[in-house]
Nanobody, 124 residues
Framework: QVQLVESGGGLVQAGGSLRLSCAASGRTFSRYAMGWFRQAPGKEREFVAVINWSGGSTYYADSVKGRFTISRDNPKNTMYLQMNSLKPEDTAVYYC?????????????????WGQGTQVTVSS
């Protein structure tokens, strides 16, 4: 089992940057494929980016491709989401998630563990 805690959210102007972190408990962090999801008010939770166990493979939603970068540091049990060129439509609660098994899944239901979320607000 793994517990996840997100941090790094906040209020930023359009065009600005933020880096989110996801700290994981346990000694088996490197066994999990990880992902970032987000949920805006009144909308369903949606996929943002996923990363495989080693960090060597990543996949992004079209809406964030070229602006966001997902990465992980297994010795530190931490995953990151670097967000650049932020837009007001990026405003949402951002969640990290972990799944035991193959990488590459973008469906919310494919993930076994979730953090509590961190709010990102982008002002215009």
């Amino acid at each position: 089992q793994v517990q996840l805690v997100e941090s790094g959210g906040g209020l930023v102007q359009a065009g600005g940057s933020l880096r989110l972190s996801c700290a994981a408990s346990g000694r088996t962090f490197s066994r999990y494929a990880m992902g970032w999801f987000r949920q805006a008010p009144g909308k369903e939770r949606e996929f943002v980016a996923v990363i495989n166990w080693s960090g060597g493979s990543t996949y992004y939603a079209d809406s964030v491709k070229g602006r966001f970068t997902i990465s992980r540091d297994n010795p530190k049990n931490t995953m990151y989401l670097q967000m650049n060129s932020l837009k007001p439509e990026d405003t949402a609660v951002y969640y990290c998630a972990a799944r035991s098994g193959s990488y590459g899944y973008t469906e919310v239901g494919s993930y076994d563990y979730w953090g509590q979320g961190t709010q990102v607000t982008v002002s215009s």
